[in-house]
């Protein structure tokens, strides 16, 4: 990764920012990193290390001077700008919903699905939704193991999920309700300060949202098996960091509750807190700025043999995010 020239597109955003802070964890120089934003940032700086990177307009970069380019600055600019930095010869690595159920685009998490890759002819690569990482980074070993049937989940999902405006107005929202006063909802439909509301993103015509749509439909595309049963409702909730999803899973054969830990406990990037005794599960807080999913109350049906239940979490604006894209990257450059 050292010697390769990264792109990071929507660099002062939430997810932006958390790229940068991963490259320089990983030891990518700040002389290989090019940073790009909106036109109110041009001109900007920010702080890579003890080094500063200078914000470009996009439209001033030269794409082939770039080995790998991620993308998070909205389904608008990866639609308009990502087939000319992959004509460059430049690879790709959108966070956007934009190209994630076309045929001939690969949806990928790196440690289940990255072979993949060998199907496809594409420069570009897309980054699945942050909560359908995380339950499919839990689903897959059991899967593999037992023959996943249906799926009904149920979402948690922290305002950063919606961006720095998210995080923005519930913090706004808890100060104002604090001191007796009323609280007005700009960027989420209702209230979510002391409050949920049970909807992400718009409605379709169907009564799901889109992002209940995006979990039930890029599932069976990580997974590449169309027949699975899915139902989402997804939540948002008042947390800053940190989804987590509950879980009911049904699948092909009995459930083996001790063979699933162990699969699990051995599946990279997965992690088991689960000691009801102690009272020790996961929460958002355990997961912050945290690389790893984290699954508990983990437990069999007492009567369904075939079915299980579990809870997970995971940094949403990390491994949902910033970090499942980077690990693409690395992956790809070891492979070369």
């Given at each position: 990764?050292?010697n390769?020239?990264?792109?990071v597109?929507?660099a002062?955003?939430?997810v932006?920012?958390?790229m940068l802070?991963i ?5 990518v120089?700040?002389?290989n ?7 109110r940032?041009v ?13 470009k307009d996009i439209?001033?970069?030269n ?5 790998y380019a ?13 087939p000319?930095v992959?004509e460059?010869g ?7 919903s934009?190209?994630r159920?076309?045929e001939d ?9 990255f072979?993949y890759?060998?199907r ?7 980054n699945?939704n942050?909560?359908?990482i995380?339950?499919?980074?839990v689903l ?5 193991t ?8 149920s979402t948690?999902q ?7 405006k998210?995080v923005?107005?519930l913090?706004?929202q808890?100060e104002?309700?604090l001191h007796g006063?009323?609280?007005?909802s ?7 300060a002391f409050?949920i509301?049970?909807?992400i993103?718009e409605f379709?015509s169907?009564?799901?949202t889109?992002e ?6 890029e599932?069976?595309?990580i997974?590449?098996k ?18 987590a999803?509950?879980?009911?899973a ?5 459930v083996?509750?001790q063979?699933a830990y162990?699969?699990l406990?051995?599946f990279p ?10 009272y020790e599960?996961?929460?958002?807080i355990?997961?912050?700025s945290?690389?790893d999913v984290y ?10 043999e075939?079915?299980?239940?579990f809870?997970c979490?995971a940094?949403?604006?990390?491994k ?6 980077i690990?693409i990257?690395?992956?790809?450059v070891?492979?070369?």
């Amino acid at each position: 990764m050292k010697n390769q020239n990264i792109l990071v597109v929507g660099a002062t955003g939430r997810v932006g920012r958390e790229m940068l802070s991963i490259l320089q964890e990983i030891g990518v120089p700040a002389q290989n990193i090019g940073v790009v934003a909106s036109e109110r940032s041009v001109g900007q700086t920010i702080l890579y290390g003890k080094n500063s990177l200078e914000v470009k307009d996009i439209n001033s970069i030269n794409f082939s001077e770039y080995d790998y380019a991620l993308f998070s600055a909205g389904s608008a600019v990866s639609a308009k700008y990502t087939p000319k930095v992959a004509e460059s010869g430049c690879i790709v690595v959108d966070n956007t919903s934009f190209f994630r159920m076309k045929e001939d685009i690969p949806l990928i998490v790196p440690e289940i699905n990255f072979d993949y890759l060998e199907r496809y002819n594409s420069k570009i690569i897309s980054n699945p939704n942050c909560s359908t990482i995380q339950m499919v980074m839990v689903l897959k070993p059991l899967h593999d193991t037992f023959g996943l049937q249906e799926v009904v989940v149920s979402t948690y999902q922290a305002t950063s999920g919606a961006g720095q405006k998210g995080v923005d107005e519930l913090m706004e929202q808890t100060e104002l309700v604090l001191h007796g006063k009323t609280a007005t909802s700009h960027h989420f439909k209702r209230q979510i300060a002391f409050n949920i509301i049970p909807q992400i993103d718009e409605f379709s015509s169907s009564g799901y949202t889109k992002e209940e749509l995006k979990m039930m439909n890029e599932t069976k595309k990580i997974l590449d098996k169309s027949d699975i049963i899915i139902t989402a409702t997804c939540v948002r909730v008042p947390v800053i960091v940190g989804h987590a999803v509950s879980v009911f899973a049904q699948f092909d054969k009995p459930v083996d509750i001790q063979l699933a830990y162990q699969v699990l406990s051995n599946f990279p990037g997965v992690k088991i807190i689960d000691n009801p005794e102690r009272y020790e599960y996961a929460t958002p807080i355990d997961c912050a700025s945290k690389n790893d999913v984290y699954v508990s109350r983990l437990r069999k049906h007492p009567d369904m043999e075939n079915a299980l239940s579990f809870w997970c979490v995971a940094d949403n604006v990390r491994k949902g995010a910033a970090l499942n894209a980077i690990q693409i990257v690395q992956r790809l450059v070891a492979q070369r």
